[in-house]
């Protein structure tokens, strides 16, 4: 029942363009490097915001998949905008560090392959370019691969948006996800349809909880398998109903204060089952963070 009331909920944000579509989310990036048409380093740009002593990174929506949610300690890039270890590779002479860098090149050969998009173009030739021997070139060598420095991503030279905004890049993209699908289908337990099954959930950082996330759906352990199931074949949740319940209550985690409430380690969010009147705004009205575009055309 709270799958299919989080599913719900989804698609209300989702009508109000408060929630991204299927393989598209809002994430930190603290990190941009800006790129000449000819894949060209110009130079690395630090966007994070500065509150009291601390930088945080920027929310931007970016091209995402619940396979980089819970990566852990696996190599699984992300499209684009991902960490320094996997876009730059930082110091190659690791083993796993090279190897995260290589997949991250794959992936994006992978999915924009003979795309003549102008951003895209430069970023391809950047990465065949790049070399563990320029990061002495990085203004922000030392910030961009600390563990809350954010993702990296890229923008095009005299440009104000970021390359993975760019409607080629988005449309690609959605092209990817459509025809690279996992192999396990069945009957959704939150809407009925059959699809494709989601593997391993979303994980959540609640207070409380282990540094890496917590999931709502989770079998880590033999014991909770049957019948020779593994995994989220235990309990049958499609890619897009997963991705939709995990989106509306990252949703509420992140952004609705007013719909989540903390006693101790114990977090508690709740919603109403149709769109409800805001109470009165007793200072200036500010835009809402996901407040976004999520046009992937």
């Excluded at 209550?249 to 769109?275: A, C, P, S």
């Amino acid at each position: 029942m709270i799958l299919q009331a989080l599913n719900d909920y989804y698609q209300r944000l989702a009508k109000e363009n408060l929630a991204p579509p299927l393989g598209f989310s809002l994430e930190k990036v603290g990190f941009i490097l800006v790129l000449n048409e000819d894949g060209d380093l110009i130079q690395d740009q630090d966007i994070r915001d500065v509150v009291g002593k601390k930088s945080i990174p920027k929310l931007l929506p970016i091209p995402y998949t619940n396979e980089v949610n819970v990566r852990s300690s696996n190599i699984q890039p992300n499209f684009l905008a991902d960490k320094a270890e996997y876009v730059l590779g930082m110091d190659q002479s690791t083993k796993r560090l090279k190897g995260k860098h290589d997949a991250y090149k794959k992936l994006f050969k992978m999915v924009t392959d003979g795309e003549p998009d102008k951003g895209i173009i430069a970023v391809s030739k950047f990465l065949n370019k790049w070399s563990s021997g320029q990061l002495p070139r990085l203004k922000y060598k030392e910030q961009i691969d600390k563990n809350d420095a954010g993702f990296v991503s890229f923008r095009l030279e005299n440009e104000l948006s970021y390359i993975h905004e760019r409607p080629a890049v988005k449309k690609v993209w959605a092209k990817y996800l459509a025809t690279n699908k996992p192999g396990l289908t069945g009957n959704c337990l939150v809407t009925g349809n059959l699809g494709n099954i989601q593997n391993l959930h979303a994980q959540f950082g609640i207070p409380g909880g282990q540094p890496s996330g917590v999931s709502l759906v989770s079998f880590n352990d033999f014991a909770y398998e049957s019948y020779g199931k593994k995994k989220g074949a235990n309990c049958p949740v499609s890619v897009e109903a997963e991705f939709n319940y995990s989106t509306a209550l990252k949703y509420l985690l992140r952004f609705e204060n007013r719909r989540r409430i903390r006693i101790g380690d114990t977090t508690t969010v709740f919603w109403t089952e149709k769109t409800s009147i805001p109470p009165p705004s007793f200072g200036r009205k500010r835009p809402h963070p996901w407040n976004h575009s999520w046009d992937t055309c």
